[in-house]
Nanobody, 125 residues
Framework: QVQLVESGGGLVQPGASLRLSCTAS????????VGWFRQAPGTEREFVAA????????YYADSVKGRFSISRDTAASTVYLQMNNLKPEDTAVYYC??????????????????WGQGTQVTVAS
C-alpha cells in the first residue's frame, strides 16, 4: 500500500518560515495531484494548496495566497509546501494527500484517496 510521509513541522514565531515535505513510498504521483490540507482543533480539515504533478498547475486557498508555495521534486517523489510569514491562525496539523481530482474537486477532501499521517505546525510567540 502506498504511503505518504510528511515532515518539517514545528514550533515557530509569527513571521517565520517553514517548509513541509511530503514523500511517497513509491512513484505514484504520475498524472495525479498532490494536495495539502490542514486541521486545527475543533475545526474541519481545510484545503491549503494543491499541485497537478504533470503540467504544474497550482491552486491555493485565499488565506495562504502570496505566503505559501507548493513545489515538487520529481526525482525524489516529494512535494514541498513552503510557508512564509506564518501567522498564529496557520497553527494546525498539516496533511498531504494524493489523488486524481477533477477541477471541481481539487480543493476538496473527496478529490484525494491517499493521506499522510500529518505534521504539526504551531505558530506562537
Amino acid at each position: 500500500q502506498v504511503q505518504l510521509v510528511e515532515s518539517g513541522g514545528g514550533l515557530v514565531q509569527p513571521g517565520a518560515s517553514l517548509r513541509l515535505s511530503c514523500t511517497a513510498s513509491e512513484i505514484i504521483f504520475g498524472t495525479g495531484a498532490v494536495g495539502w490540507f490542514r486541521q486545527a482543533p475543533g475545526t474541519e480539515r481545510e484545503f491549503v494548496a494543491a499541485r497537478r504533478w504533470s503540467g504544474g498547475n497550482t491552486y491555493y486557498a485565499d488565506s495562504v495566497k502570496g505566503r505559501f508555495s507548493i513545489s515538487r521534486d520529481t526525482a525524489a517523489s516529494t512535494v514541498y509546501l513552503q510557508m512564509n510569514n506564518l501567522k498564529p491562525e496557520d497553527t494546525a496539523v498539516y496533511y498531504c494527500a494524493f489523488g486524481r481530482p477533477i477541477l471541481s474537486t481539487i480543493a476538496t477532501k473527496r478529490g484525494y484517496t491517499t493521506w499522510g499521517q500529518g505534521t504539526q505546525v504551531t505558530v506562537a510567540s
